[in-house]
């Protein structure tokens, strides 16, 4: 795929992904994995906006809705309530943000575009958890990342099984990228869904076969900020993770992501800056 032709309509803006774009995550959540992204504070909000701007962040990604394993399962209205408290609370520290919503529900897309401008739409069930939410975004207008997952948030760890990994993740997507297009939905973002109902074994074969993912010819999200797929293998937890999570984040840059979803905005903007420099000498071959 060639990145310097690749973009999405943002608020009427384009992003274009000749370099790769980092989405810092703002959890407006009490449960989130990683305790120490959980804002629920307005102080908290603001302070947590304002670093992943500092940072270099280019896109907000605001949750309300803990999609950690055997997460509590909370009602759309709560859900609606936390995220209006932290749309308030951004777009006041920040007017002209790029903002995602991470949500699988519908209702809850719509209220955060209507309602506030939210530019994305960051749906970890690809459809799945919400029969409305695929004709719901094409309405819209707005892009949408779909995450591949087997199961849901409640029951995706209990013994994830594969016959063929990579093939099972490409029909997903192809089969749901078609739906999509049916409904004349605009922008479409791929993130594989590392962690969501896969062993470590799968994540890892996932980030062995990541570059089949581009065959798409649709931009690559991918996070795995300071996940268990890191510390089961180095030790520690979240909190001794961020090492690893460079690391994997450097690969995938080498294997086509467009997007990094990370709690670390700064050294997720540094790992951009080092590819960047170096694939300025990638030259095209010349042909005879």
Same mark, same amino acid.
């Given at each position: 795929?060639?990145?310097?032709?690749?973009?999405?309509?943002?608020?009427?803006?384009?992003?274009?992904?000749?370099?790769?774009?980092?989405?810092?995550?703002?959890?407006?959540?009490?449960?989130?994995?990683?305790?120490?992204?959980?804002?629920?504070?307005?102080?908290?909000?603001?302070?947590?906006?304002?670093?992943?701007?500092?940072?270099?962040?280019?896109?907000?990604?605001?949750?309300?809705?803990?999609?950690?394993? @055997?997460? %509590?399962?909370?009602?759309?209205? +709560? &859900?609606?309530?936390?995220?209006?408290?932290? /749309?308030?609370?951004?777009?006041?520290?920040?007017?002209?943000?790029?903002?995602?919503?991470?949500?699988?529900?519908?209702?809850?897309?719509r209220m955060c575009v209507e309602e506030y401008g939210v530019a994305i739409?960051?749906?970890?069930?690809?459809?799945?958890?919400?029969?409305?939410?695929?004709?719901?975004?094409?309405?819209?207008?707005?892009?949408?990342?779909?995450?591949?997952?087997?199961?849901?948030?409640?029951?995706?760890?209990?013994?994830?099984?594969?016959?063929?990994?990579?093939?099972?993740?490409?029909?997903?997507?192809?089969?749901?990228?078609?739906?999509?297009r049916d409904l004349g939905a605009c922008d479409i973002i791929l993130d594989?869904?590392?962690?969501?109902?896969?062993?470590?074994?799968? @994540?890892? %074969?996932?980030?062995?076969?990541? +570059? &089949?993912?581009?065959?798409?010819?649709?931009? /690559?999200?991918?996070?795995?900020?300071?996940?268990?797929?890191?510390?089961?293998?180095?030790?520690?937890?979240?909190?001794?993770?961020?090492?690893?999570?460079?690391?994997?984040?450097?690969?995938?840059?080498?294997?086509?992501?467009?997007?990094?979803?990370?709690?670390?905005?700064?050294?997720?903007?540094?790992?951009?800056?080092?590819?960047?420099?170096?694939?300025?000498?990638?030259?095209?071959?010349?042909?005879?």
């Open positions: 795929m060639d990145k310097s032709t690749t973009t999405i309509n943002v608020n009427g803006r384009l992003m274009d992904f000749s370099v790769p774009q980092v989405m810092g995550i703002l959890n407006v959540t009490p449960d989130s994995f990683y305790a120490a992204s959980r804002q629920q504070t307005a102080a908290g909000i603001a302070g947590r906006v304002r670093q992943i701007i500092e940072e270099g962040g280019s896109i907000i990604d605001i949750g309300a809705y803990s999609s950690r394993s @055997n997460a %509590e399962d909370i009602s759309p209205e +709560e &859900e609606m309530n936390r995220l209006r408290q932290g /749309l308030d609370i951004v777009f006041q520290e920040k007017p002209d943000a790029i903002v995602s919503v991470d949500t699988f529900r519908a209702d809850v897309a739409i960051n749906d970890i069930a690809a459809g799945e958890m919400d029969a409305d939410m695929f004709a719901t975004v094409a309405r819209l207008r707005v892009p949408y990342i779909m995450m591949h997952m087997k199961g849901t948030p409640q029951t995706m760890q209990q013994q994830p099984h594969y016959d063929n990994l990579l093939q099972e993740v490409m029909y997903y997507f192809s089969e749901r990228v078609a739906r999509l594989p869904g590392f962690g969501f109902g896969k062993t470590l074994g799968h @994540n890892y %074969e996932l980030l062995d076969k990541l +570059e &089949e993912l581009t065959a798409f010819e649709l931009p /690559l999200l991918v996070g795995v900020s300071r996940k268990s797929m890191i510390y089961r293998l180095l030790g520690g937890g979240p909190e001794e993770a961020l090492n690893g999570t460079s690391v994997i984040n450097t690969i995938c840059l080498m294997k086509g992501a467009d997007i990094l979803r990370v709690h670390d905005v700064k050294a997720a903007v540094e790992a951009v800056s080092l590819f960047t420099e170096m694939n300025k000498f990638h030259r095209p071959a010349l042909s005879i």
